[in-house]
């Protein structure tokens, strides 16, 4: 069983930045690919960035391209996300999710493929 635990999350004007991480529970944290995924209030959960087990790999989705880092320490067991130029669209509760992925440079965005999921951290960005 993987847990992860988001952390970093807060209330940040327009413009600022945030660093999300994502702490994971499992020994073979570098054979996870790990995925970040947002949802505000009344809307469906969707898809952020993603990244593969070894970090070599990365997606975004278009609205946060050149805005949003996706990055993982393997030997800490911890996936980041560094968001800039925040704007009051990125509020929202941002989760961490994980899948059992060895060795493959995947990086899906469905959250179907994550069976592991955090509790999420809020993201409120005021204007």
């Known amino acids: 069983q993987v847990q992860l635990v988001e952390s970093g999350g807060g209330l940040v004007q327009a413009g600022g930045s945030l660093r999300l991480s994502c702490a994971a529970s499992?020994?073979?944290?570098?054979?996870?690919?790990m995925g970040w995924f947002r949802q505000a209030p009344g809307k469906e959960r969707e898809f952020v960035a993603a990244?593969?087990?070894?970090?070599?790999?990365?997606h975004y989705t278009d609205s946060v391209k050149g805005r949003f880092t996706i990055s993982r320490d393997n030997a800490k067991n911890t996936v980041y996300l560094q968001i800039n130029n925040l704007t009051p669209e990125d509020t929202a509760v941002y989760f961490c999710?994980?899948?059992?992925?060895?060795?493959?440079?995947?990086?899906?965005?469905?959250?179907?493929?994550?069976?592991?999921w955090g509790q999420g951290a809020q993201v409120t960005v005021s204007s």
């Open positions: 990244i593969n087990p070894s970090g070599g790999n990365t």
């Open positions: 499992v020994d073979t944290f570098s054979r996870y690919g």
């Open positions: 999710a994980a899948r059992w992925a060895p060795y493959t440079t995947a990086v899906p965005g469905s959250p179907g493929n994550y069976p592991y």
